[in-house]
Each structure stands twice: as C-alpha cells, then as structure tokens.
C-alpha cells in the first residue's frame, strides 16, 4: 500500500519534514484502509475507512451551527453503543443535500456492513453481524453539491480488501492524507499513558480549514485508544477537553457545518474499569488527551490559510473562565489584531479595543498586557520601561504569545489563532480567477 | 477661508466629483470654524469647533466598547442641558490616556469657554456666560498617546477669530474634511422636511474608519437642525433611527473606544413644541432623520478600508428583528462572505454557513436566499432555474444586495457592509513597512 503522491504533494507545500511528525505505530483494534474515489479530478486518496473489528465504545462533539450536514444528523441518529467503522470522505461536505445526501449515507452504511459482516465470517473465531446503524461518517468539501453517493459505496468492497490488521506509521499518514482538503500538512498527534499499571496508547488524526468551491473551513478530528472505556466516561472527557482544544481555536471566526470531533476506544487493554472521570487512574489518560487534542488543534491553526504567524491569546485572572474566553476570542478574532500582527506591529492599541468591545466589565486600573516576555500595559499604563523597538523586534518571530492579565479572579483561558494575510484573502477570493 | 488642499487631496483618491455631495447651505443658529493644528505632521484641517451662538439642545449616543475615551467620559458628565460648542479633533484619540487626557479636556474647555463668552459680550444684545460643561468634544485617532492639549489649546483663540455667522458648502465641506483621519472621501448628508407648517434643515458629517498608528476604525457622525426640539425628543429620535442607520453597518466588526453620534437643535425654526415622538408632527423629521443618518453610514461603508464592493444584507421575515440583527451581522462580519464577495463568486454556500453559526434557530425547509434578483435557494432548495453564470455576472455589480427570507415572522433588519480585500491587510498591516 504505497502512499499517494498527490496527497503528499500537498503537504510538501510547507517543506514539512518527516521529523515533524510523531511515529504513530501499531494500535491494537483498528484497521485503516484508503482509496481514492474519484471525487476530486486529480488522483489522490480521497476516501479513508477505519474498521473496529471488535467493535469501538465511542462519543462524539459536533458543531455547534444550527445548519448541519446530513452525516451529521445520520450519527447523532444512531442507537448502537459500539461502532464498528467509521468511513470519512472529503471534497463534499454532504451539507444542503437534503434527503438525498442522508439516503446516500443509508445506502453506503448498507453496503459497508453487509460487506464487513462477510469479512467477519471469513476472518473471526465468533463472527459477529454489523448493522448499518454501528457506522459514523465523517464528510468534509464542498457543500450543497450532489452527495457522490455511487462513487463512494463502489468502493466500499476495495476498501474493505485493502483492510490490514496491523497498522504502521505510513497507514496512519495515509489516513491522516487522506481527510485533507486544502490543508498543506496532515495532522498527526499521539500519546502514550498509563491507567493503573496498563499502558494504553491515544493517537489523533485532524484535518482543518480547507476550500473548495463553495467552500467554507471544515474541522474534522478522530481520536483512537486502545484502552477501555465505556462510552460515558469517553463522552465527558471529549467533552472536557475540547473546551480548551479544538473549541479554543479560531482561524476566521466562521463555523463550518460538519465540524466533528470523535474519541473511539477499542478495548484491547485490560485496563482497571473507570466509573468516574474523578477515578485517579483515569487522571493520566486525562492529561494525556488533552496534550493530543492540544497538539492537533494547533496543527490546524498552524495550517490556517495564508498563517504566517501562530497566535497564542492568553487571558488571565479573570472572574470567570467565560468571560476570560469571551475576550481571548474577542482578541482573536479581530481583524485589526490580525493584520496589525500579519504586519510584525506591537499594535497593543487594537488589543485595547478587542478587550473593550468584548462587552466584559474590566478594571482597567488592574489590567496589564505583555506580548511574550514584553510588558506593554502594567496596572492600566504603560508600562515605564516598555520599549517600542524590543516589541517590535519580537513582532518578527513566529510564534506571538499576547498575554492579558486582569488582575479581577483566578480563572483563565487561552485561544489559538493566527494572523490575517494577503494570501487569505488570495485563498478565499481570488482562487477561482 | 480657503479650503485647504492638503484634505482635499486625500479625498480626491476616489476621484469623486463635487457633483457627488449634496449642498449644505446656512443653517441658522450653528457657526463653523477649522484649523490646522499641527496634530499631524503634514499641514491639513485637523480641528474643527462648531458654535452654537445661543446655545444648541442635544442628544448623543456613545460606543457601547467597555473601554472608552477620555472625552466619551467628559461628554458623559456634562450636565447642561443646552451645549455652546462642540470641538472635535482627529490624529488623537484620547483614550487610554488617563487623567492626564480629561484634564487636558478640562483645560481646552475652560479656555474655550472664557473666550466665547467675550465674543458673547462682543457680539451679543444678551450676551451670556459660557461654562466649560457646555463644551461637548469629540476626538478620534491613535490611541495611547499623550494627548495634544497645548497644540489645541493654542489654536482657540484662532478657531474663534475664524466663526462666521453665515455658512456655505464650503464651509461644511471643510468640517467635513477636517475631522477624517485615513478616510478617502468627506461625508456629508442633508434633508429639508417639515415641522407642522414649519421647514426645518437636518445636515450631517461623519468620519468613518480611520487608520493612525496604533489607530482604530473609529466613527463620528454629527448631526444639526434648526429645528427646536428638546434633549428628551432628540434623545428618542437618535437612539430609534440609530439602530438601523450607525449600528446597522460594519466594516471589520471591530469597535472602537470612540465612536460617538449627537445631534444639535438650534431652535432657529419656531415650529410647534413636540413633546412626544408619537407626536404626528414629529413624523416627516423622524424620517427625514433616518434619511441623513443612513446616507451618512452607507458613506462611511462605501469608504470603508479597501472596499471595493457596497454589500446590502437583508434578512426578512424573521420571528423577531433581535434574531434577524444577529443573522445579518453573522453574514455581513463573516470573512468567508468578504472574501467571496471580494473574489465575485457568488458563494452561497458561505452565506448558509454564516445563517448557521449565528446560532438562530431557523426552518431549512422554508428559507430563501437571492442575490438582487437573481434566486439562488427557494423553500430550502437550490431554485431549480439557478443559473451559475448569471450569479456570477451580478457579482461584477459594485453593489451586492444579500437577501435571506425566513419565512418565520414579520421582522426584518438590513446591514451594511463592505468587502474585505488585500488592500484592507495593505492599510491594517503593510502601514509601516
């Protein structure tokens, strides 16, 4: 199974290297197997399926749009409390598609586990049935277009043929290559933890912002563990931990209709059985999430279209964790903080202006704001020894961390972004020209 | 009293005629005086005071930013019911400028006023004495720095030798262009209705987004009638058209520490006493009002940064005109739609994304979108005659008129917005390079 040029043609636009990459292995469970499916003109793999050949306990988060894609809706549909495969296909988003779209789905979902419930007599001691209703989708491209629903199910059986039961860190790539649209770089993350004396692997794949006409940034992640969970426990600490991952990250501040996050754990290690996300042998898996979820969210903005610059907004001492997240967004977000750091200006001005706009009561008397090490803003002045060429000279680095304190309580957040280019606007409204 | 070249070339960039402005005549009761007072380093307007001989009732409304400038503080605490003179300033914002910033404020307006009342004693049968709490100030530019006081200070003395008690066009044209900052083209509007039997004038200025170091967009909109109406009906008047007029547009979503929109009656014009909005007498004003408020914001729009398309957002038929705001402001602040908008695509699939993260709770099945007349989505469906091509000619237009229907409800609202473009990161990043 080589790997496609095409897709990794892409990802060789940033000069990434090999070593960029965590070598994600073997985890025991889950079997990956991609193709391409014509649905883009040029060939690359374009069609990604992961098989649970025992079966995965699994929990999901969607986005939080009021318009939703059809897959969507077909996975909040199912019943089943273990999922034996989840089929991912990029460049059309299966979003405006109607009943057609979700027929589509029904129809694949079909087909994929009637064929899979052959793979299980061909292949295992105890053969089990897989139902339509223990598949999940996961769609990403352009929405409002015809569902290619023939050109996916026919290549449900090569897919299924392609199916190995050992994975190794070219199969993860593949996968990872496979979910792209116009990402640059695939996204790959992995951890390794104990709970209790059982050490347990969690690797993540990610895709994030890409365009094709019409468009819009599409957030895909996929979490696999060999531990296990129930599907409770996986649910609260997805939902924990995304607070301060994917949902802390803003490339433009638009949602997308098919953003998906979803955490499978295939149950190969025997671990001690957690009831309670409290259990302290469940702290380490915890953390340990948190650093894959952390770790692919920041590829995403990394890869953010036209970033030059990776943004970290850290607000801090706030009175409550909303309001230090309704400002770190405000800042964010803002266009004019963008630019004014796509330009290497230590514009703290617009800083101010985020903060005041966030509609969150601050003393301003107590606020202070410091771009990396930096002080600009100690207790509502400017700071007596701020140097305007120094935070210049740090405006030239890479990575800018804008640090705001408001002294006001003891919570915190941090979001990620990234600068506001030419090359967006190049991306988002001059591609077709 | 000249006009002076320097503001006159900024405006010309546009290349817009003479023809393009209404003509401002004499307004009784309301007197012009601008000066250059080496707020910038070129020599240009940058100080203007209006002068109301026998004083002016008046209404404003401020940013609703958190933080704001120090002369929004002032404006705030003043407590006289009639207003003698409004001087405004651009190049500094005097925000963030501390105590320092009021006191400088205090200083110019009890200068201000103790040379007025002399003029008064000059040339008046009745002459009064001017207070500095009848000094209203409006300021707009960078922020954070030390703020001008002496440069202004000194130039009272000047912009009161320069009062005349008759205006022209010429005059309001450069009050017009002696309060822009970066803005490209002067904003002036005017309409003639009736109070009862009575022909009263509302004119009007504005500025609209403005780019100084570490510069913010900023908004100043001044409005004056010879009509006599009192702070209470004005009051009530600004705040009900404001709503669908200034804070109906936006440009990068980005507010400012200074905006601020206050409307002056001389009371020149004897019409009959209007004690309440309902009042039928009040009903042509009120929509005249609406008419220079709007002509205003869609000039500020339209030169708004890097625009180079004026985009119409009307959602109708919505259950509430709260949850058709929060849609059109979802489309009109996207950056996706911008830059769709930018490119001439006529990129529908944005503006289902934009409806759907605004978080409005909406019925797929009955919504409509058009673009001017051109039907793109019909009951939740692409209209079956959507012709591609068709859409992409419109989008050449330079004005885009978005039309989203509900169909839920009997409330509407329309914003405004520009397109977002290279030359906007050109004025908000490349500035300094």
Redesign the interface.
Known sequence: MPLNVNNFINSLNLKSKNRDFQDLEHLDGVSISTVCANLYSKFRDDLVMFYFRDGANYASVY??????SENIKWNLNIKSKKISSLIVNTRNAN??T?SDGYKGLKEIAEEAASQLTEKQIEDEDSPKKISSNQVLFGCTG???EKYPTEKIKNKIPELIKRIRYTQNKFIWMKAALGIMTTDLQPKIAMEECQIGNKSVKIYGIAKGSGMI?????TTLGYIFTDADLSNDVLSKLLKKNIDTTFNAITC??????NDMVSIFSTGKVKNPIIKNINDKKIFNFDKALHLVLLNLSKRIVKDGEGATKFITVNIAKSKSEKEARVIAFSIA????VK??I??E?P????I???????????D?KKLSISFGSIKIIEK???FKNYNENEASNYMKDQSIDILVNLNMGSKSFTAYTMD???K???I??????
Do not use: C
Not at 63 to 68: A, E, G, L, M
Not at 333 to 336: K, T
């Open positions: 986005t939080q749009s009021k318009i939703v979003a405006f109607g352009t929405i409002g006409f019409p468009n819009m940034a433009d501040g638009d949602t997308s209709t977000n803002s266009n004019l630019t004014a796509a330009g200006d514009n703290w001005g617009r101010i202006m985020a903060i005041g706009k966030s509609g969150v009561k601050i301003l509502g002045q400017i506001l280019t030419k967006y606007i190049e988002n409204a001059d591609y077709r020209s």
